[in-house]
């Protein structure tokens, strides 16, 4: 298969499952296995294509944040996004600093796939339980924010689907204002951990050996699949649950494991 032809394949995977609750970087290394794993540097620009798409959905949201700052509830709900972000980066710098590395084996992912799919129909079956509420409270914003240190530290364990859950277990009941503020944290974590990322390969010379005009091409296919892929999940749970992302996290991981016993 072609170079081009995997670039592609890697930068349709990273859009579709990004910001989808099934784990993008999982299923990233479980295509590396067939595809041959590639650097950091396209790594980290194919996900800044998915958190770009992400930023030009949210647009409208993002400006009336910006625009209308002084209004109390606006103002809260940016400083509790804020502080979700500072909780994230305060850890997950702290776990980097200790050695805390993501795995390159396949079973930890499949293991959390399925742990991850069994979690996910348990919260969704608890939130139905709870009146409908759409307001972000203090502890959602906590438990937002440490919930993406445990999805960055996991892989498999999907950082929407982390995210998104531990909102609508924490009060959030509404699976749309839930979504939404975990897309929303997730756009300055994302933008931070992939900055970081790019600086320290820039700074290791590892940016000279690439191609860039592939990395071009990764980026802008991720962008437009992650665009289509969030647009529909958005339309999706206005009267759907995420049962279905459940399911095939479960199957998927199930498949890994006896497919691919201790890779």
Do not use: C
């Amino acid at each position: 298969m072609s170079d081009l032809v995997n670039t592609v394949l890697l930068g349709i995977i990273e859009g579709v499952t990004e910001f989808l609750p099934i784990s993008s970087t999982g299923h990233l290394l479980i295509a590396e296995h067939w595809l041959g794993r590639r650097s950091d540097v396209f790594n980290v620009v194919i996900q800044a294509g998915a958190i770009v798409a992400v930023v030009l959905i949210y647009r409208d949201r993002l400006w009336q944040l910006l625009r209308d700052r002084r209004k109390a509830e606006n103002r809260d709900y940016a400083l509790k996004l804020t502080v979700a972000f500072l909780i994230t980066g305060a850890l997950g710098f702290l776990a980097t600093k200790m050695g805390m590395k993501l795995p390159e084996s396949i079973t930890p992912v499949a293991w959390a796939l399925v742990i991850g799919g069994l979690w996910m129909i348990g919260a969704e079956w608890l939130a139905a339980k709870q009146p409908e509420r759409s307001a972000i409270t203090w502890r959602v914003a906590i438990l937002v924010g440490l919930a993406q240190v445990v999805a960055a530290v996991f892989p498999g364990t999907s950082r929407s689907a982390a995210t998104i859950f531990v909102a609508l277990l924490a009060g959030t009941s509404n699976r749309a204002a839930a979504t939404e503020f975990a897309f929303l944290v997730g756009i300055p974590t994302m933008f931070a951990a992939s900055g970081y990322e790019l600086l320290k390969s820039l700074k290791a010379g590892d940016a000279a050996h690439e191609d860039w005009t592939a990395l071009g091409i990764a980026f802008m296919v991720s962008l437009v699949t992650a665009f289509i892929a969030v647009k529909w999940l958005l339309g999706y749970i206005q009267a759907h649950r995420f049962t279905p992302f459940a399911i095939y996290r479960i199957v998927l991981g199930v498949v890994l494991l006896i497919a691919l016993p201790g890779a």
